[in-house]
């Protein structure tokens, strides 16, 4: 039984962690200036403002005041494709990886009896690359893109000196494109074909939970 119990724990184990490599390529953290100048260090516990509304709801209960932080975080990446071979001819130049600015939102307001209202509007999942027209690797892949934009409302209670509890609802808007070239199927050597396919999701709907445990002043845990 005890072996038993061992795999099963191990099994549950391995399925979470493979959850987490699978959806590391697309989140993205980049929700505020603070956390990131942190490296994301103490992100769930340390409530330093209205972002704590992405990075744990139940932190706004340690907000003393009406707080607003906005902004956008700018992703910059260079790629380089080298040691091609392929009897497909075409070109290797450009960078697949755009710039892009992922923009942030959120607001924090404390109410009477230990309540807090919150709304936080981010980019939660994102990814894109494009390559030029005539990449010779078209006949496999021309663009790929997912964005996601969430907005969520949320809500806060100090249940006490030492806990607080945070929920916040998720509406989100999901779309995503894929497309490639394909050889004209009528004229041989002819120009490319497109082929693209594109689909969105406007009602998906999420929720983030908080608990925030203050046990001595100066220490919390999130």
């Known amino acids: 039984m005890h072996n038993r119990t061992a795999r099963r724990l191990l099994a549950m184990l391995v399925a979470m962690q493979s959850g987490s490599l699978l959806a590391a390529g697309f989140a993205l953290n980049e929700q505020n200036a603070s956390d990131l100048g942190q490296a994301f260090a103490g992100r769930s516990s340390m409530a330093a403002d209205a972002t704590t509304v992405f990075t744990n709801p139940a932190g706004m209960s340690m907000l003393e005041r009406a707080e607003i932080s906005a902004g956008f975080a700018g992703i910059m990446s260079s790629t380089d494709i080298s040691?091609?071979?392929s009897p497909i001819p075409g070109t290797n130049k450009g960078d697949p990886v755009p710039t892009t600015?992922?923009?942030?939102?959120?607001?924090?307001?404390?109410?009477?009896?230990?309540?807090s209202v919150g709304l936080g509007f981010y980019v939660p999942f994102g990814l894109v690359t494009e390559y030029e027209s005539a990449f010779q690797g078209r006949y496999f892949g021309t663009k790929s893109e997912l964005k996601q934009?969430?907005?969520?409302?949320?809500?806060?209670?100090?249940?006490s000196d030492q806990w607080s509890v945070g929920l916040g609802?998720?509406?989100n808007y999901i779309e995503g494109e894929l497309s490639r070239n394909a050889p004209h199927p009528a004229i041989p050597g002819g120009p490319d074909v497109r082929s693209r396919?594109?689909?969105d999701d406007?009602?998906?709907?999420g929720y983030n939970v908080g608990v925030l445990f203050q046990p001595v002043e100066g220490t919390r845990i999130g």
């Open 83 to 85: 040691n091609v071979r």
């Open 197 to 199: 396919v594109t689909g």
């Open 202 to 205: 406007s009602a998906s709907w």
């Open 101 to 115: 600015a992922i923009p942030f939102a959120f607001w924090s307001q404390p109410l009477d009896n230990g309540w």
């Open 149 to 159: 934009l969430t907005l969520q409302p949320t809500v806060a209670y100090r249940i």
């Open 169 to 171: 609802v998720s509406y």
